[in-house]
């Protein structure tokens, strides 16, 4: 018989808990960015003010607890990282949620574990085990299945950005095990969402683009976006990864596009086709053998 009050089951169902509240507010990212998008904010606008107010928060809690400070290399490197990187991934992403819906626009972005199993053979050398090949295999069709044009999300252009946000989140985390990978989760965030937040800060001043929130409703989605979708995801992943470990963490997370399926479908009215429901199961599928697998720390 289990015993609910045994402290260290307690201590598990707590790590659980937080994984789970990190998939609910990483999940909520492509509900956000439908909704800011209808209040009029543009794309640059909100992904510089979601970074910039990240980052803002992120040093503050550095600072309070010292933990600021990197060598230059690794300062540089990291900011890079969100110049390039992570802003060209959120770029992709909130640029298919203008032609997709949510769920679509976030399960292709799920296709970056399968990319980057591939990208590790291509570059790298490394043979995908039959578990890996079966899994790329699954991503493949799924991709193939989403981009259904007969069905009731019929965008090619939404398809093709989603896809393009998941390549390059793949290549981002494959520099950022390389250049960033011995520093502080928080820290490299924290450097990480700087970088993202001057690329969109500065496309959207040449742009001339740069707009804030012009009522109530708008100012209420942007502080989600910052909070709901950044600060408490990223923090709740990192306790939970502390209590329960990156690969159980990592096999929990599972459940952010299927998340962003279900509030999509209730919040968004969005609708998918058989085809298009078949080809999420595919990608799920993938995503899961994948990360049963081998665990990747995301940054969303």
């Given at each position: ?63 309070l607890r010292q933990e600021w400070r990197v060598s230059k290399r690794d300062a540089f490197s990291a900011i890079s990282l969100g ?218």
């Amino acid at each position: 018989m289990i015993n609910v009050r045994d402290p260290k089951l307690t201590h598990e169902w707590k790590g659980i808990a937080f994984i789970l509240m990190s998939a609910f507010g990483f999940s909520t990212l492509g509900i956000f960015g439908k909704l800011i998008y209808a209040e009029g904010l543009n794309i640059t606008s909100t992904l510089a003010l979601r970074f910039l107010g990240a980052s803002f928060i992120l040093w503050i809690w550095l600072w309070l607890r010292q933990e600021w400070r990197v060598s230059k290399r690794d300062a540089f490197s990291a900011i890079s990282l969100g110049m390039l990187g992570y802003a060209g991934q959120a770029a992709f992403l909130f640029s298919a949620l203008k032609y997709t819906s949510a769920g679509i626009a976030t399960l292709l972005l799920y296709s970056y574990p399968a990319i980057v199993t591939l990208l590790a053979w291509l570059i790298e050398g490394e043979r995908p085990t039959l578990n890996r090949s079966i899994a790329l295999a699954s991503a493949l069709v799924g991709c193939l299945l989403i981009a259904d044009l007969t069905g009731p999300d019929r965008s090619l252009t939404g398809i093709l950005l989603g896809l393009a946000s998941g390549l390059w989140y793949s290549f981002y985390l494959l520099l950022s095990a390389r250049l960033v990978n011995t520093l502080n989760p928080i820290v490299s965030s924290a450097y990480i969402s700087l970088g993202a937040a001057v690329s969109f800060v500065g496309a959207a001043t040449a742009q001339s683009t740069f707009i804030l929130p012009s009522n109530l409703t708008a100012v209420m989605i942007t502080m989600a976006l910052v909070i709901v979708s950044t600060i408490v995801p990223v923090l709740s992943l990192l306790a939970g990864i502390q209590i329960l470990g990156i690969s159980q963490a990592s096999i929990l997370s599972t459940v952010e596009p299927l998340i962003t399926v279900l509030l999509g479908m209730v919040l968004l009215k969005e609708k998918f086709s058989t085809i298009q429901a078949v080809g999420g199961f595919l990608i799920l599928n993938s995503v899961i053998i994948l990360r049963f697998q081998r665990s990747e720390y995301k940054h969303q």
